[in-house]
């Protein structure tokens, strides 16, 4: 019914071969040939004549079953590795390891074996700092009575940590901000490893491989930086964040707690002026090679890649509706209006907003969406 379908619609000039071919999954090439099937031997000619062929190499059903009778008959507590041998030995059976275990698992005489684990190789580390950053993020009860996210960036070659605050979520604001102290602090890496967090990656089916044709906001930042993005496909191979999570769960609560530190604000001061430094003078290592990947950043504008973008139509009042807000565009003398043009809005990790029409910044907005008198000023 299906290929009815398609030769009607190409039939009627309303489909392309390839078009046709597409709708039955096949190519255009394929099609043509089941035209041909079709025209000569009608629906009977669309039969896949392998469905009624036997295969030449597949065993006699009486040898199937003697194999099956003769482990019932006095081998059922023999593994199949010991069987086989002495099936071949002593009954002259050609057939391989894989078909005798085959057969027998298919008659539920040997039960089926639990997959082995996979043999996993230590990683070894990058050879200069910067060639590749870690970021991850743990959930954990830091202070009595409330779970925050503590994200943590930090270099693969020698384990410092260039980047470590609190949040009360991860996402894609807080990847933004390690990624920008990170590089404020020691320049441009080459690759970040990640695991694959919806933040990080699109993946279109649970637990497969991710869609790096459709960049998430993090994707897009890094791709206009020139790093690359890594994704992780299993908790062993973030060990060397896993690891310092392990360390830091042990540890920055009780030093927290000593410190009488119950809120965010003074626990990320804390991250930021004692436990990180401490942290990488007892932990860090040195990098295998003499020599740094880091290079500085060249250029303005990091907040404005490292932000999340949107792409709006400015309404008829000049206005922009960006989440519940309208923003207003202010007056300028370089152009009269700006109603139906494609514009582009930042929002930064401080919650603070500016609209972009091309290059050419257009106003900066707070938190709640109002322009601020300086923008005014500058576009007036």
């Given at each position: 019914m ?5 030769y ?23 099609f043509?040939?089941?035209i041909?099937?079709?025209e ?19 065993a006699?059903?009486?040898?199937v ?23 071949g030995?002593e ?8 078909w ?12 089926r ?8 190789k ?12 870690h970021q ?10 409330q779970?925050?996210?503590l994200?943590?960036?930090l ?8 980047s ?28 970040l490893?990640?695991?694959r967090g ?12 991710v869609?790096?044709?459709n ?8 791709k ?27 540890r ?20 930021e ?32 890649i490292?932000?999340?973008q949107?792409?709006r ?6 206005c ?25 809005v930042?929002?930064y ?10 290059p050419?910044?257009l ?18």
């Amino acid at each position: 019914m299906r290929f009815e379908e398609a030769y009607a619609g190409w039939q009627d000039k309303r489909l392309t071969q390839e078009d046709a071919g597409q709708l039955l999954g096949v190519s255009g090439r394929t099609f043509r040939r089941q035209i041909g099937r079709f025209e000569a031997d009608g629906m009977q000619g669309l039969e896949d004549l392998r469905m009624s062929q036997v295969s030449s190499r597949r065993a006699p059903v009486d040898e199937v079953l003697g194999l099956q009778r003769l482990y019932s008959s006095g081998f059922a507590d023999w593994n199949v590795k010991h069987f086989h041998a002495w099936y071949g030995s002593e009954h002259g059976g050609t057939r391989s390891y894989s078909w005798v275990k085959s057969v027998l698992q298919e008659a539920k005489l040997v039960a089926r074996s639990k997959a082995r684990g996979k043999h996993r190789k230590k990683r070894e580390r990058k050879p200069l700092p910067g060639m590749m950053v870690h970021q991850d993020a743990s959930t954990h009860a830091w202070v009595p009575e409330q779970t925050w996210d503590l994200v943590v960036t930090l270099d693969d070659a020698t384990s410092e940590h260039t980047s470590m605050f609190f949040c009360a979520e991860e996402g894609t604001d807080s990847s933004f901000h390690g990624i920008g102290q990170t590089i404020a602090r020691h320049g441009m890496f080459c690759s970040l490893y990640t695991d694959r967090g919806s933040h990080y990656f699109h993946t279109p089916e649970a637990g497969g491989k991710v869609d790096k044709s459709n960049p998430t906001q993090v994707g897009r930042a890094l791709k206009q930086l020139g790093i690359e993005h890594i994704a992780a496909y299993s908790p062993e191979a973030r060990g060397r964040s896993e690891r310092a999570f392990d360390t830091h769960q042990g540890r920055l609560p009780k030093e927290l707690a000593k410190a009488g530190i119950t809120d965010m604000d003074a626990a990320n001061r804390y991250l930021e002026q004692v436990y990180m430094p401490n942290h990488n003078a007892e932990f860090a290592v040195p990098a295998p090679e003499v020599g740094n990947a880091f290079v500085p950043y060249i250029g303005a504008g990091l907040p404005d890649i490292l932000c999340t973008q949107f792409e709006r139509t400015v309404d008829n009042d000049n206005c922009v509706s960006f989440e519940a807000r309208k923003l207003q565009i202010p007056s300028s003398s370089h152009r009269a209006h700006y109603v139906k043009a494609c514009v582009r809005v930042h929002r930064y990790v401080d919650g603070t907003m500016a609209l972009f029409h091309g290059p050419r910044r257009l106003a900066v907005y707070d938190t709640q969406g109002q322009p601020t008198e300086q923008e005014f000023k500058q576009a007036a």
